[in-house]
């Protein structure tokens, strides 16, 4: 057990990010790191694992206080409270965790229960990220997600009931044979049940993955990326006529319930990353962890560590391609510091171009993507970088 003095002291803006790769089913989409659950006897190994890493050698340090913990995968809501107390132990044991932490677990419909949910309330987690994805009992047997649109309706209303008064929607758009009017119908439905925060996805293909066998079999149709841009167009005007703001190109909330965990990302904040294919970033160096979940728990378990990889980050143009993604955009001044150079200087002319496109504007402090820009955003990226 780490003392208090032994514990990482880490900066004001620093967060953890817990990975739990278990899932009832692969969806036919996904390309994360997961594995299929089998039995409580392997999580519970595998949780031990998370834990020993937690409380192994300390990451680098930048003073302070960590203030968001992030339960990511995977399914974590698949933990069990007491093993869920077990790694939140781990952290609090480890890292000075402020008082007002966000302390987030992604949750996917039918997973939970009155009694875990009343657990994970106790333990202090006050967000759930909650994986609707859509309300089209068709477009889920689709994506292989293992639960109908009742089950979320359900899941939604335990977690009001639980106590819950931070609750984020992600939703897909741009699935094969999706209409906007099916899109339409599925923001309706989300936005009356009133969660604080939304995120939207616009489906992505990736090879190996069952869905892009699918597609290329000629099973399902292609997606339809003119109509994808209209979901997009449609989604900015309803959520905005809710009153969930838009903060960054996919996400949209209450006021005060931006993702604060996320928001580390895009900003360039610290993020210490645990558990299989876990990132980390400490302001300076990426490293992240072993991919394969067997090999990642056999790694621990013979040497207390699992880092695959690792590379000094390019923090000007990281600054650029994540801090444009916030509706807020970036500031001149802040990129001069982190480069060295004058972002006009260094990219007039792509600048010029992408503002006669109409793609991005600037003022005298700051660049920001259009409306426009947001739906062609990997092209401006591309182009300043």
């Known amino acids: 057990m780490f003392t208090e003095a032994s514990k990482v002291k880490l900066g004001s803006s620093a967060g953890v990010y817990l990975h739990i790769p278990f899932c009832k089913s692969r969806c036919s989409y996904c390309d994360f790191a997961t594995d299929v659950f089998r039995d409580q006897a392997s999580v519970q190994r595998y949780v031990d694992a998370l834990c020993r890493e937690i409380l192994s050698e300390p990451p680098a340090s930048a003073g302070g206080q960590v203030d968001t913990v992030y339960f990511g995968g995977g399914t ?11 790694v939140i132990d781990a952290v609090r044991n480890r890292f000075d965790i402020s008082r007002d932490a966000e302390i987030t677990m992604e949750m996917n419909p039918a997973t939970v229960s009155a009694g875990s949910l009343a657990g994970y309330r106790e333990l202090g987690v006050n967000r759930a990220s909650f994986g609707v994805q859509t309300f089209n009992d068709r477009d889920l047997k689709l994506l292989a997600r293992g639960h109908d649109a009742n089950d979320a309706r359900q899941t939604f209303k335990l977690l009001r009931d639980a106590g819950f008064a931070n609750i984020s929607f992600d939703l897909i758009a741009g699935l094969p044979g999706q209409t906007l009017a099916d899109w339409a119908r599925n923001l309706d439905e989300a936005l009356a049940m009133g ?4 995120s939207l996805y616009l ?6 993955t069952p869905l892009a066998e699918q597609l290329r079999s000629g099973r399902r149709p292609m997606p339809d990326e003119d109509a994808a841009a209209a979901m997009y167009e ?3 005007d309803r959520t905005a006529s809710a009153g969930l703001l838009q903060y960054e190109i996919s996400n949209f909330a209450r006021p005060g319930f ?3 965990h996320n928001t580390k990302y895009w900003r360039l904040e610290p993020v210490y990353g645990f558990g299989v294919s876990a990132h980390s970033f400490d302001g300076v160096n990426r490293y992240w962890n072993e991919r394969d979940t067997a090999r990642y728990v056999e790694l621990i378990e013979e040497r207390y560590a699992a880092e695959a990889g690792r590379e000094t980050a390019d923090a000007a143009s990281e600054f650029v391609f994540l801090g444009l993604r916030m509706k807020e955009g970036i500031g001149f001044d802040e990129y001069h510091q982190r480069s060295g150079f004058d972002l006009f200087e260094r990219c007039g002319p792509e600048l010029a171009r992408l503002i006669d496109a109409g793609l991005v504007e600037a003022d005298n402090s700051r660049l920001r993507l259009t409306k426009r820009g947001m739906l062609f955003s990997n092209d401006v990226f591309v182009s300043l970088l």
Do not use: F, M
Request: glycine share 4%.
């Open 76 to 86: 974590p809501s698949l933990l069990d409270p007491k093993q869920a107390e077990q």
């Open 203 to 208: 489906l992505e293909v990736h090879q190996g």
């Open 195 to 198: 969660p604080e925060h939304l």
């Open 258 to 260: 931006e993702s604060r």
């Open 234 to 236: 449609l989604l900015l």
